[in-house]
């Protein structure tokens, strides 16, 4: 027999090493091969039938943790480990070591807050430009590296912004995610604010009326004192005023909703006011925004300023009929100090006007003693006489036509305010006197209708006092002309429904029927008269002087004679 040292050779080739795996990788889990006795002293764990190939005290070794100077790690195949490899800590080969994973500091990474860059740890990383604070989540060392095609050589950029939460920037080399803003930075017009995120549209805008950035309170600051009502907005969102050295600035104007401003420094985007500021003739008063033309003119008949009450407030009360425009244009009266005689802004006692108080106020008329309660002081400012004269509150039908409803039937009818409305109109009317709102008489008459209060031929006496009540007034009928006198002289309106005779007629046939209003009263050469509102007037029975009862007792403005009186006392 010959020994054969090529198939001898061949042979140990097919057989598996007993001590090759030994400090190898474990058989399809994580781990290391070593003796049981090694992985205990690591405070590993030992796993069975994951190192076939090597004795019976070498197995699957596991969880082996390492620590490098207080930074925990595991001991694992350096070709598994994505942090750092620390050697000397675990056992094994070379290529088992210490994996101390990398721990990314907060931040860094990120985008900047309100300044186009991105966030470094300035003890790792250089920045090519001068870096910025308070722009980066993260530890101090964390710090924004602004953007820029090449480095910025403004001393500058990088400085807050002026009287708002934000960083200047160079816009020719950085960009900004919000809108920079002009003027508060120094340095060039490259050089601008960009104002730190907010979630509110409205930050950056101008001011209303005054000189001036809207700013967010709760992450901005003003180096001079913010004003409210001229940003839109959330009450956070505030007027920061332009720098100025008189201190009238941005104070409320005298009688008028509205901010004093330097006319030198400032623009109004309404017509400044005189008279309302305190200081030089350059410090006026700048409105409210308002689209009416005819707020900030003078009022009719009384001292004051015409006002819209929907943006603005008065100190006195308000005073309706003194102010052309709509309800909302209304009187607010002069005073050196706010009125404390009650009494101002009534209605006058027996004549169609308003009462004043003669120390602050004066009336085109010439005003009449005994018509108001209160001192001398408080006299009746009676309005104009003349006709054509149509108050504030006044209504004409014929403007409203607007179809509400049809009336079935052979020839079915659209009906209007104009076609039969005066009844609503009147009470429209007097629900503006009494309570300052204005009702529309589609309003009213759309109400009536799906109500079941209208049936096609105009609307009766209890269907003006439901809908007055709905509305909070109370309409109480009478039949009595000394009643309806008292009334008028107390000031309350009353709704009259007038008929086809005598001398003076709102029909056009014997049978039909129509509603005015009465509102106020007065004397004249002895004989009791009322001012009569008529609702399809024209330039005609408006705010004229007409008579109910004649010298012989007689009726001369007509009635229709209704069982409940032709007359709606309307209170509140």
Same mark, same amino acid.
């Given at each position: 027999m010959h020994f054969n040292p090529k198939l001898f050779l061949a042979f140990l080739a097919t057989v598996p090493s007993a001590f090759a795996a030994l400090n190898g990788k474990c058989d399809g889990v994580s781990g290391i091969c070593i003796n049981t006795s090694t992985c205990q002293s690591y405070g590993g764990q030992s796993i069975s039938g994951k190192c076939p190939s090597d004795p019976n005290d070498v197995k699957c070794c596991q969880t082996i943790t390492c620590n490098s100077n207080g930074r925990s790690g595991t001991c694992m195949f350096t070709d598994q480990c994505d942090g750092e490899k620390v050697s000397g800590l675990c056992p094994g080969g070379n290529d088992f070591k210490c994996c101390i994973k990398s721990q990314k500091t907060e931040g860094v990474g990120e985008r900047c807050n309100g300044v186009a860059g991105t966030c470094i740890d300035v003890n790792t990383t250089t920045c090519p430009t001068q870096t910025v604070t308070g722009k980066c989540p993260g530890p101090n060392n964390v710090r924004c590296c602004p953007d820029s095609t090449t480095p910025a050589t403004d001393p500058n950029v990088g400085k807050p912004?002026?009287?708002?939460?934000?960083?200047?920037?160079?816009?020719?080399?950085?960009?900004?995610?919000?809108?920079?803003?002009?003027?508060?930075?120094?340095?060039?017009?490259?050089?601008? /604010? =960009?104002? %730190?995120?907010?979630?509110? &549209?409205? *930050?950056? #805008? !101008?001011?209303? $009326? +005054?000189?001036?950035?809207? @700013?967010?309170?709760?992450?901005?600051?003003?180096?001079n004192q913010t004003l409210t009502g001229k940003c839109p907005g959330g009450n956070n969102i505030r007027c920061c005023p332009d720098s100025t050295t008189d201190p009238n600035v941005g104070k409320p104007c005298n009688g008028v909703a509205g901010t004093c401003i330097d006319v030198n420094t400032s623009t109004c985007p309404n017509q400044t006011l005189t008279g309302k500021c305190p200081g030089g003739n350059n410090i006026r /008063? =700048?409105? %409210?925004?308002?689209?009416? &033309?005819? *707020?900030? #003119? !003078?009022?009719? $008949? +009384?001292?004051?300023?015409? @006002?819209?009450?929907?943006?603005?407030?008065?100190?006195?009360?308000?005073?309706?009929?003194?102010?052309?425009?709509?309800?909302?244009?209304?009187?607010?009266?002069?005073?050196?100090?706010?009125?404390?005689?009650?009494?101002?802004?009534?209605?006058?006692?027996?004549?169609?006007?308003?009462?004043?108080?003669?120390?602050?106020?004066?009336?085109?008329?010439?005003?009449?003693?005994?018509?108001?309660?209160?001192?001398?002081?408080?006299?009746?400012?009676?309005?104009?006489?003349?006709?054509?004269?149509?108050?504030?509150?006044?209504?004409?039908?014929?403007?409203?036509?607007?179809?509400?409803?049809?009336?079935?039937?052979?020839?079915p009818e659209n009906k209007t305010v104009k076609s039969s409305g005066c009844g609503i109109s009147c009470l429209s009317m007097a629900i503006n006197i009494l309570r300052g709102v204005y009702v529309t008489p589609e309003t009213l008459f759309r109400e009536g209708y799906n109500a079941g209060q209208y049936w096609g031929d105009g609307f009766s006496h209890d269907a003006l006092s439901y809908l007055g009540g709905n509305h909070g007034v109370n309409i109480s009928w009478t039949g009595n002309l000394d009643t309806v006198y008292s009334a008028l002289q107390q000031g309350k309106p009353v709704i009259f429904h007038t008929g086809f005779e005598n001398t003076y007629h709102f029909t056009s046939t014997k049978d039909g029927g129509h509603y005015i209003l009465l509102y106020g009263s007065n004397t004249v050469n002895g004989i009791q008269k009322v001012y009569v509102f008529d609702p399809n007037g024209g330039n005609n029975h408006i705010n004229e002087l007409m008579t109910l009862r004649s010298a012989n007792g007689g009726i001369e403005v007509a009635k229709r004679g209704r069982a409940d009186g032709d007359f709606g006392i309307v209170s509140n």
């Open positions: 912004c002026n009287g708002v939460a934000g960083t200047c920037i160079d816009v020719n080399t950085s960009t900004c995610p919000n809108q920079t803003l002009t003027g508060k930075c120094p340095g060039g017009n490259n050089i601008r /604010c =960009c104002p %730190d995120s907010t979630t509110d &549209p409205n *930050v950056g #805008k !101008p001011c209303n $009326g +005054v000189a001036g950035t809207c @700013i967010d309170v709760n992450t901005s600051t003003c180096p /008063c =700048c409105p %409210d925004s308002t689209t009416d &033309p005819n *707020v900030g #003119k !003078p009022c009719n $008949g +009384v001292a004051g300023t015409c @006002i819209d009450v929907n943006t603005s407030t008065c100190p006195n009360q308000t005073l309706t009929g003194k102010c052309p425009g709509g309800n909302n244009i209304r009187c607010c009266p002069d005073s050196t100090t706010p009125s404390t005689d009650p009494n101002v802004g009534k209605p006058c006692n027996g004549v169609a006007g308003t009462c004043i108080d003669v120390n602050t106020s004066t009336c085109p008329n010439q005003t009449l003693t005994g018509k108001c309660p209160g001192g001398n002081n408080i006299r009746c400012c009676p309005d104009s006489n003349s006709n054509g004269n149509r108050p504030g509150w006044y209504i004409n039908q014929n403007d409203h036509t607007e179809v509400i409803c049809t009336i079935p039937g052979s020839s």
